[in-house]
């Protein structure tokens, strides 16, 4: 409860940085982290990961603390982080900076995971962040984001990257879809 009045607050401070009223269900956040390779050594980039639900998900799947950049805006969460998570990175930057907030850091990674508010932004700096996110994985590699909507956040561009996008989830409130984003 303590969490959703902290992300309650970070909304009222900042709405257009913060994208829901709640934190993303463990249902979603596991559904999410399932499409992290837990074996790999590369890191995986967590984008926006506010109170964590992802990020504790990802290290229930068994992707080591130390493999996590966690790339969150608000200070308040970036220390909610550090303290339940020991071992992660956490940059406080903006993940739609992502050369600039990983400053050299993450030059290649496993896989990155954003519950960044992505429809709150106009579709360029969506299409911008995938394509920064794609460029530093093998292609077929995924970045992943969720989506309450419909239609993804994100369209496919032919040639560069497929979008796909899972079942519904719904014991996420409100229910929810994972997008994978994959360069080709």
């Not at 934190?23 to 050594?41: I, R």
């Amino acid at each position: 409860m303590r969490d959703q009045f902290r992300f309650l607050k970070s909304l009222l401070e900042r709405p257009r940085m913060t994208g829901a009223i709640a934190p993303s269900g463990p249902a979603l956040a596991k559904a999410m982290a399932a499409y992290v390779d837990p074996d790999e050594d590369l890191p995986v980039v967590e984008l926006g990961p506010g109170t964590g639900v992802v990020t504790k998900a990802l290290i229930e799947r068994g992707v080591a603390a130390e493999r996590i950049i966690a790339i969150e805006y608000s200070p308040d969460f970036c220390q909610l982080l550090a303290e339940r998570f020991p071992g992660i990175t956490v940059i406080r930057g903006d993940a739609y900076d992502l050369d600039g907030s990983l400053d050299g850091r993450g030059e290649r990674v496993s896989s990155v995971v954003s519950s960044l508010p992505l429809v709150a932004r106009p579709p360029e700096d969506r299409r911008k962040l995938v394509e920064a996110g794609l460029k530093r994985m093998e292609p077929g590699k995924p970045f992943i984001q969720f989506s309450y909507l419909v239609k993804g956040p994100v369209e496919a561009v032919p040639g560069l990257f497929t979008a796909e996008a899972s079942p519904w989830i719904w014991k996420n409130v409100p229910p929810a879809r994972v997008w994978l984003f994959r360069s080709v």
